[in-house]
């Protein structure tokens, strides 16, 4: 079987509250809730968190909450995998378990469609991590940064060439991994055999800051998302 497990930790620091902030009218974990429900693809749709306020607004939504996130686990420093390696390790017949879906909980623009057809590359390949992308705009190899106040090229040797002579470039949306269960436990998200699903731009945002949120919020009136 596959199950979906959607991460949603309490103690958001930019954003208080951030997985149940409203969006459009809808506590944001919903969407997530909503598109792994819609997907058919998942025998249960779990969510991890270490709050009894999301656990009763994602129960509400349709999802699981079958134990709650110890505190050791739900800090700014514990990787995604660690979180979905405890949770696997919490349910019952574990064993039956196929694939696991990460699906973060802050991916209002997240489309049911795209996890099906990461289900069909996983039946394909099972030695692959499958996630959504998008591509810059401008290329990243052009990309500088600033350190003590004082611009350093990222790519040096880049600078200089034609745009159309670069590779296109992409990245990670974080809207949801899919993968193998034994991905997961031993496994790089981002590695060599990953596979992406490319997305819009204008769907590529998650809420991580209060400019994603504007952003979020300006997206849905142009777009009527």
Known sequence: MDVAIIPARAGSKRIKNKNIKLFNN??????????????????????????????????????EVPFLRPKSLSDDYTSTQ???????????????IRN???IYATAPFIDYKDLIKANKILKKDKNTFVFTAAK??????????????????AFP???SSRSQDLKDTYFDVGQ??????????????????????????????????????K???KIKKIKNL
């Open 26 to 63: 809808k506590h944001l974990i919903y969407y997530s809730i909503k598109a792994a429900i819609k997907s058919n693809l998942f025998k249960r749709v779990i969510v991890s968190t270490d709050s009894k306020k999301i656990s009763n607004i994602a129960k509400k939504y349709g999802a």
């Open 82 to 96: 660690k979180v979905i390696n405890h949770a696997i390790d919490q349910l019952k017949n574990k064993d039956l």
């Open 100 to 102: 696991v879906c990460c």
């Open 136 to 153: 810059f705009h401008s290329s990243a190899f052009r990309s500088f940064y600033f350190k003590k106040k004082k611009l350093v090229k």
């Open 157 to 159: 040797k880049f600078m």
């Open 176 to 213: 949801f991994y899919y993968a193998n269960k034994k991905k997961w436990l031993k496994g790089d998200i981002f590695s060599e055999k990953s596979k992406i699903i490319q997305i819009p731009y204008l769907k590529s945002y998650d809420l991580n800051n209060i400019e994603d949120w």
């Open 215 to 217: 952003v979020l919020n």
